[in-house]
């Protein structure tokens, strides 16, 4: 059984980039697996932010593409999210998730 666990600001200034860690109790690294992220903003639906595979390789959301960058450190099992010019409605709830697996989330909160 895999654990995933979410690390980061709870509070991020409207502009400003928004930097996300998971850190996973395995490798990242095995075959095949996915490690994304998602986001459920208050009083919405879950969003797929994107993913990073074991290769290396990074897909994301058309709609956040020009704005994400998923990155890992295989060193340290760690998968991080990065999204720039945040605004208010970047305020989420955000998850690590690999097949059936989430970490229990972080709470994000944009605003000055």
């Known amino acids: 059984q895999v654990q995933l666990q979410e690390s980061g600001p709870g509070l991020v200034k409207p502009s400003q980039t928004l930097s996300l860690t998971c850190t996973v109790s395995a490798s990242i690294t095995t075959n095949y697996y996915f490690w994304s992220w998602i986001r459920q903003p208050p009083g919405k639906g879950l969003e797929w932010i994107g993913r990073?595979?074991?290769?290396?390789?990074?897909d994301y959301s058309p709609s956040l593409k020009s704005r994400t960058s998923i990155s890992r450190d295989t060193t340290k099992s760690q998968i991080t999210l990065q999204l720039s010019s945040v605004t208010p409605e970047d305020t989420a709830v955000y998850y690590c998730?690999?097949?059936?697996?989430w970490g229990q989330g972080t709470q994000v909160t944009v605003s000055s």
């Open positions: 998730v690999r097949d059936t697996y």
């Open positions: 990073i595979r074991y290769s290396g390789s990074a």
